[in-house]
């Protein structure tokens, strides 16, 4: 199973990315996806869900900038990512796990997101 993150860079304060995750998971419809971040000297933490029928979740700190979905026909997860703050500075990580399931049991490489003020 290969979970592989793109898109992240450096951005200025207020601009916009989309970061992407094409996924290696079968069948990719049954499997719930999350993006994760982590910031340097601090814990990673949830940033957004999105479940197999598409019900969605987000941190507080990113609902109203931020917006997941999933493709199953391409077997990617997307976050878009409007408005960033410096605060946003973390390398993101996305993550799968099995729809039956609570656990992500599969990690991406992660993509790094760099936000100057």
């Known amino acids: 199973v290969q979970l592989q993150a793109s898109g992240g860079g450096l951005v200025q304060a207020g601009d916009s990315l989309r970061l992407s995750c094409a996924a290696s998971?079968?069948?990719?419809?049954?499997?719930?996806f999350a993006w994760f971040r982590q910031a340097p000297g601090k814990e990673r933490e949830f940033v957004a869900s999105?479940?197999?029928?598409?019900?969605?979740q987000y941190a507080d700190s990113v609902q109203d900038r931020f917006t997941i979905s999933r493709d199953n026909a391409k077997s990617a997860v997307y976050l878009q990512m409007r408005g960033l703050k410096p605060d946003d500075t973390a390398v993101y990580y996305c993550?799968?796990?099995?729809?039956?399931?609570?656990?992500?049991?599969?990690w991406g490489q992660g993509t790094l997101v760099t936000v100057s003020s």
């Open positions: 998971v079968r069948p990719f419809s049954r499997y719930a």
């Open positions: 993550a799968a796990r099995v729809a039956t399931t609570t656990a992500y049991i599969y």
């Open positions: 999105i479940s197999r029928s598409g019900y969605i």
